[in-house]
């Protein structure tokens, strides 16, 4: 039950880091050849960021984050460069999500990190 829950943490916190956070000028200038008004990296950095800091949160694991910060950037760059759908996108990254709740699981079986008060 702790991994479904933790799951679904991380997969709500996705939705709203790649929907409700993620503006459409950063959608579109976070892939390369659009028409910048940052360059387009710094854009794909940020929102990167976003979703890094929502896994750290929900997770209470900074290091986490970091790791969910740089493989959405790897996965979005992908996408930028066509080589998957915007569905592949998305099960790519509720996979990533899938495999930190399981590393948590596993590496804290008898403690509940993700839970900052219960």
């Given at each position: 039950m702790a991994f479904f829950n933790l799951f679904l943490l991380l997969a709500m916190g996705h939705f709203l880091g790649d929907f409700a956070l993620?503006?459409?000028?950063?959608a579109q200038e976070k892939c390369a050849g659009a028409d910048p008004t940052l360059p387009w990296w710094i854009w794909l950095?940020?929102?990167?960021?976003?979703?890094?800091?929502?896994?750290?949160?929900l997770s209470g694991l900074p290091l986490l984050g970091l790791c969910e910060w740089v493989v959405h950037g790897w996965i979005d760059y992908g996408k930028c460069?066509?080589?998957y759908s915007l569905v592949t996108d998305q099960?790519?990254?509720?996979?990533?999500?899938?495999?930190?709740?399981?590393?948590?699981?596993?590496?804290?079986?008898?403690?509940?990190?993700?839970?900052?008060?219960?």
């Open positions: 993620q503006s459409d000028r950063m950095t940020a929102h990167g960021a976003i979703h890094g800091l929502i896994v750290a949160v460069r066509h080589r099960v790519l990254h509720l996979s990533c999500k899938a495999a930190w709740a399981a590393l948590i699981v596993l590496m804290f079986p008898a403690e509940k990190p993700w839970l900052l008060h219960r």
